[in-house]
């Protein structure tokens, strides 16, 4: 370093020492003098006395857990207080405190699975025992849990309540616990006297956005937070088979089953008309807000289910189609006897050969009293009623005829459905309470999955289900099951439920596969001879012992309609067995059978009056149909001694054939004071398929004929039709219109021949003479 760098570098040491000199002596001086203090002591905060109280509980049972927070620093400050049980993060809470106070930090923990339990709350310790509490001799039950709305946005209040009813004769008390996602919210307790009711509120709020699952006690339902200024639009459908819908929301092309969170506000919806599949022709017939116009507007202002309703007008489906006459024009009802098909496989035998079995004829329909309206003719006032045969099939009807039931006005009634491999008569009307129907306790599906949100409204959203043929393999079927626990019954002297289901039976194609694969595995010996190949629907109870026990088969699980779904009620009364107190059922199908709506009825059977109606009938050919059916139909003309009673005497059609049915009221009782009426159609139909379309071991001809004694269709050898005189008497008088097979064209006599012509020539010189006009204009 120079001698020039070197002064620059002292001077600058010592400008340096200056100026810390002459700091420290303001300092000094300033110090002295008062005017600058030592900082004070920061905030310190000491966590003392943790106390748990009670130190042993019972699950869901509030514990207050609380510690004492000291701040002995010389500062207010912050203390985070966090609680951890069984060191997971439970709760925390900020606490201000001015310097040298105390205050208590309080916790309250709920836990539902007994067990030992490490609470903490800084470096203290202690632990919690939680017991289940012991057996509840309470005879309060809870129903009817609701949950409104269904879709809030974030911090908008929510209110569940649930019905609380004392069962019992006297007073009693029971803890009522709300749970939003597995953890306690609020906990009431209700005291009630002997038969006393009350509804059982809870209000709350939820900040994340999802799908939230509530329970009360054993109920469990859900609801939804959508995004602030959106809700869920769900756009579905019935009636209209298994395929995607097409339709337009707001000019843009979407399809239904639809779902999606829109923006609140105005929406203009297309729905197709007609639609079409690959097997038939579906024709709209209104929104669920009864708009009959396919194009309808909305509001959307809250979680919505639109729904359109379809009819089936053409094409593949199923069975003779119902129609009733409303004032105006003739109503779609149904497609009837669905469980009559002809052609039920039960198992392979020992030759690798389908063994057939099952089919019930019967069918009980409930008609709208509200559309059902009446006709006058000269012979009387009549109820007009349609079967009219418009797909591809061969029908056998046996009987057709209404009952008209008188009931009280507080309660409803319903028939039931028929299993396909129960041959029982559908004979019952039951009755079941308007205004105390129970929401089954559980529902759950064969994939563990909770669908109990699912079936507790009539909505029109149904359970999934899967068919059965598209199972795996012949040793690996899915099935459709539902296990419902339907609570305490062991004081109703009546249970029934009433259901709202269908099914869809798919298309036939893998049907024949499914066959096939198990012909081939049986040759293979992979299948053993008595193997079911197409399972029928059953139902269990469950015994005392936790085993299912399968119902006897008169008493079997009915198969709902297909394509449209039906209301209709099953009698459980007396099917559970002795002992039991986990009141389950577990219905299994191996077809996509598929429920909206499920309630259980502890009422008793009210007293109704029941009149039956035989109507007048007329056959008769509406359309030229194609098919290839062939033998020897029912003549055309009055068939009303024929469908009187189920006797095997069959009005015997195929496709564009219909039977026209007039029930004359002259003879009906008068309707009492409090009663209302209601309308049923009961049927009696065989129906048989052509081969290809489900139609299988049997060709598409008339004969062999059904009968109700036959153990399934197509009948072995050592069955047969019944040949007494009165049966054999029928088939000459009535089944003399002989088919061939496929119609020949129409016959047009000769004087239509010639005028064809002539119209044809007309033409013919009128194309010329243009022609030739122009070619002029063009030279």
Known sequence: MNSQALSKLKAILIIDILIVASASGVYLYLQAE????APPQQATFTITNLTINPKQAEIFEPVLVTVNVTNIGGEQG??????TVNNILEENQTIILPAGESTLAEFTVFKEVEGNYTIQVADLT??????LPPPSASKIVISKLSTQPREIWPNQTLTTTVTATNTGTETDVLPVMLMVDGSPVERKTVQLAAGESTIVEFNYTETTEGKHNVKVNALTGTFDVAPEGYHTVLIRYSGGGSDLVPITLNGKSLSMPYMDLLPVGEYTISAADPFTTDTAVFEFDHWSNGDTNPTTSFTLDGKLLFIATYNLISGWACCPSLFYWNGTDYVYVTEVSNAGWLGYIDYIDENGEMVFGGGNPWDTIKLDPDQLTQRSSEDGDYYDVK??????EIFYLDAAYMMVVDHPEDVDVYSTMVNYVNQAYPSEIYTVSKDNLKTPVSAINEHGENVLPLISQLDGVFTPGSNGLVSPAWNDMDFNQLTLDLGDLSDAEEVKLVIHGMIDWGP???????IDGFQEAFAEGAVPAGTKVAPAPYMEVMDASGNWVRVPQDRQMPTPSDYVPRSFAVDLTGLFPSGVSDYKIRITNFYNVTFDYIAVDTTTQENINIQRINGDAVFEEIIFSPSSSSGDFTKHGDVTQIVSEGDDMFVIGRQGDQVSLRFFTAGLAPLEDGMERDYFMFVACWFKDPPGNWGYGFDFTVDPLPFRSMSGFPYPDTESY????????????????????SRPPLAVDSSLTTWIAVVAMLIVVVDVGVLVYFKKRKQ
Do not use: F
């Open 34 to 37: 008062g005017l600058i203090v």
């Open 78 to 83: 912050e203390y985070i207080a966090n609680l």
């Open 126 to 131: 202690s632990s919690l025992t939680l017991v």
């Open 387 to 392: 079967l009219y045969q418009r797909w591809d």
């Open 508 to 514: 036939a194609e893998p049907y024949y596969t499914w």
């Open 722 to 741: 019944p040949s007494d005189d009165a049966h054999m008497e029928y088939l000459r008088e009535y089944n003399t219109r002989t088919v061939t097979g």
